[in-house]
């Protein structure tokens, strides 16, 4: 099983609501990430999780809260997100993220969230 | 900080060859890696480098080098179906791991 799943495809919330988008894999890797991806831009990353631990925040806003209660899991909580917010937010996970080799990362095919 | 350049857009003739370049500057470069991303799917993983050198994968190969700061991925005997966007991404391993993006570039593979 190489595949990270992300639940749910399509997401539209406004800008009041609270929503959660879900990742999950299953090849033993300890290292999950979130990317958001803008139309015709690259992914940026968000946030990282080693062995469960928050990693790495890129300077994200608040109203996005990610939560890793395992090594398979990752979520991403959204909570009185902007229009602007709107883009295609991307997991993956890899073997580690320590060390000399990340490992090849290998992606979900994505959430795409839209705020009205 | 990372500053990942990457030509926006390009055009080949199918079963031409093509060279995508991209040049970096990294704080703490442990590693380049190429991905492909069709529009509206996730990336795939094409090649890494860590050493100079080319690296060799059937009709893809990918050079780097680190003094240069530059990495290029050469597609070979081009197809339609490689016309995707192709990222460059560093691996950056100042504070903790994590891979920076390119711009990318989106190549369009014509008859």
């Known amino acids: 099983d190489t595949e990270v799943t992300q639940t749910p495809k399509h997401l539209v919330m406004g800008m009041t609501n609270k929503k959660s988008l879900k990742c999950e894999q299953h090849?033993?890797?300890?290292?999950m990430y979130w990317y958001k991806q803008k139309a015709k831009k690259p992914p940026e990353l968000m946030f990282v999780?080693?062995?469960?631990?928050?990693?790495i925040n890129e300077s994200v806003p608040s109203r996005f809260s990610p939560e890793c209660p395992n090594s398979s899991l990752l979520n991403l909580h959204l909570h009185a997100l902007q229009p602007e917010d709107s883009a295609l937010y991307l997991c993956?996970?890899?073997?580690?993220?320590?060390?000399?080799?990340?490992?090849?990362?290998?992606f979900g095919e994505g959430s795409r969230l839209t705020v009205l | 900080g990372q500053n990942i350049d990457q030509p926006t857009e390009m055009t080949a003739t199918e079963g031409a060859i093509v060279q995508i370049n991209c040049t970096y500057q990294t704080s703490g470069f442990n590693g380049l890696f190429w991905y492909q991303q069709h529009a509206g799917e996730a990336p795939t993983f094409l090649s890494y480098n860590v050493l100079d050198g080319l690296e060799e994968k059937g009709r893809f190969s990918s050079f780097l080098s680190r003094s240069k700061g530059y990495s290029y991925l050469l597609l070979k005997e081009l197809q339609m179906k490689d016309s995707a966007s192709y990222l460059c991404?560093?691996?950056?391993?100042?504070?903790?791991?994590?891979?920076?993006f390119g711009t990318g570039t989106r190549l369009t593979v014509i008859p």
């Open positions: 993956a996970s890899s073997q580690v993220a320590s060390g000399d080799y990340t490992g090849e990362l290998f």
């Open positions: 991404a560093v691996h950056d391993q100042t504070g903790a791991n994590n891979l920076f």
């Open positions: 999780y080693s062995y469960e631990k928050l990693s």
């Open positions: 090849m033993g890797h300890r290292a």
